[in-house]
């Protein structure tokens, strides 16, 4: 039987890492660049052939996806507390980071079939890949107190986050050489004018699942399998991550620095992770490209994000060690709000790729920052890693989709994705003053 390697050992927090950089793929080509670029000519398509669902046909395309992507972290926000309960009672935590990792990864192989012939199916696919890449960060981000040390859990979550940037920067450049290559088919859509690649999004879909768990693999073999908890009191092992979570939140009142913590990360994760989701499908919708430009253009800016928010996610683990990490989560929530404002006036590709990368640079930080500031505010050696994970991804979940679904509220009242931008402001800003409120870490 294998030994497993002790907390804290170089081979062990590289393993941890190895993760973020097999399934950082999907939230790059799938989340950010070739799947937003690959839904908005298909979905226009649709719309203009009139294939389309009569029941959507008076919705903006862009409006679909959003409210799709909303559902589906909806339905992680109620699964994750039920499954991490099973998790920290059954000791199998890596099976349940495995299961969601190979949902995740055989859903983005599926996307390479993704149509508006099948819209409801198409669809299907898409949430289930979202389900898969987003479970499977509850049971992952749930190592770092088992893994690393207080004092080294900024860093490895600093390095994880750059890792998975580098990554999935190295396999969308191969998507991007091939969307490049002219790989197209003899008949399909817009082949006639050879205007889109069809072929060539359908094999990075490939591409994604098959990196996302064949890198994998390497984490599986050194992360130990979990810490089996006394069961003897629990009544209903599906019910109990709720009690769980119950017994969490009630903790709270006695840990206000965690409390108070929580309810700004809420609020200010609300506008990230929306500002993130839509950024490509803004880009589409509102940069003045030049004609056959987009497609190149938008992905260049991934690039640059990508890049940009390695040197983010380490300047910043850098300035928490000379501030804190509190004050440091303040500046970088005072430029999110200073680059929404400069987002709302962008109309030419000079400019967004300005904006993309300063979003760059504000995400690989916040990212970082925010995971290793709660998982030092855990009590140390506290045997519920994984329902303390779950009561954070839950609040981060519920706020994604508040934000997204405002998002898609005032982008369809207002018939611009300008002013949803704009709107996000005000989160970002009672951000920063419930951080003002939270205390200082004393570890």
């Known amino acids: 039987m294998k030994q497993n390697l002790p907390r804290g050992s170089k081979k062990l927090l590289n393993a941890w890492v190895f993760y973020d950089w097999a399934n950082s793929v999907y939230s790059l080509v799938i989340n950010s660049a070739i799947f937003p670029i690959f839904y908005a000519a298909v979905s226009k398509k649709a719309f203009e052939d009139g294939n389309v669902p009569e029941i959507l046909q008076g919705v903006n395309n862009e409006s679909i996806i959003i409210v799709t992507t909303a559902t589906a972290f909806l339905i992680v926000s109620i699964i994750s507390p039920i499954l991490s309960g099973i998790a920290d009672y059954s000791g199998q935590k890596k099976r349940f980071l495995q299961f969601f990792c190979y949902l995740g990864a055989f859903s983005c192989i599926g996307l390479s079939v993704f149509s508006f012939d099948y819209l409801w199916i198409s669809l299907l696919i898409y949430m289930l890949a979202l389900i898969g890449f987003w479970g499977s960060l509850v049971f992952y981000n749930s190592y770092l107190p088992d893994i690393a040390f207080p004092e080294q859990q900024d860093a490895v979550s600093a390095k994880g986050f750059s890792m998975g940037y580098f990554g999935s920067v190295l396999l969308l450049i191969v998507c991007l050489l091939l969307l490049e290559g002219g790989f197209y088919p003899e008949e399909g859509l817009f082949s006639e004018n050879k205007s889109f690649p069809l072929y060539s999004y359908q094999l990075s879909f490939i591409l994604v699942g098959l990196w996302w768990m064949g890198f994998a693999q390497y984490t599986y073999i050194h992360l130990p399998l979990g810490t089996k908890k006394d069961r003897s009191d629990v009544k209903n092992i599906f019910t109990n991550g709720f009690q769980e979570l119950k017994k969490i939140g009630q903790s709270l009142s006695e840990n206000i620095q965690m409390k108070r913590y929580l309810g700004a ?71 999110w709000a200073l680059i929404c404002i400069y987002g709302y006036f962008v109309v030419t590709p000079i400019q967004f790729y300005l904006t993309a990368a300063c979003v760059g640079f504000v995400m690989g930080s916040i990212q970082a920052l925010s995971r290793s500031t709660y998982s030092k505010m855990i009590p140390d050696g506290h045997p519920d890693t994984a329902s303390y994970f779950s009561f954070y991804d839950v609040a981060e979940k519920i706020g994604i989709v508040i934000g997204m679904l405002l998002f898609a509220i005032v982008g369809e009242i207002s018939g611009s994705m300008r002013e949803p931008i704009l709107f996000l402001i005000v989160f970002f800003v009672m951000g920063i003053i419930l951080l003002t409120r939270v205390p200082s870490l004393k570890k």
Not at 271 to 299: C, D, H, N, P, S
């Open 265 to 335: 990360f809420f609020i200010y994760s609300m506008a990230v992770q929306t500002v993130m989701l839509v950024a490509t499908y803004f880009g589409t919708e509102e940069v003045a490209w030049e004609e056959g430009g987009a497609t190149m253009g938008l992905i260049l800016s991934i690039l640059l994000i990508q890049l940009v928010a390695i040197l983010g996610a380490w300047l910043a683990s850098l300035l928490s060690r000379k501030i804190g990490n509190i004050k440091t989560l303040i500046i970088i929530n005072i430029l």
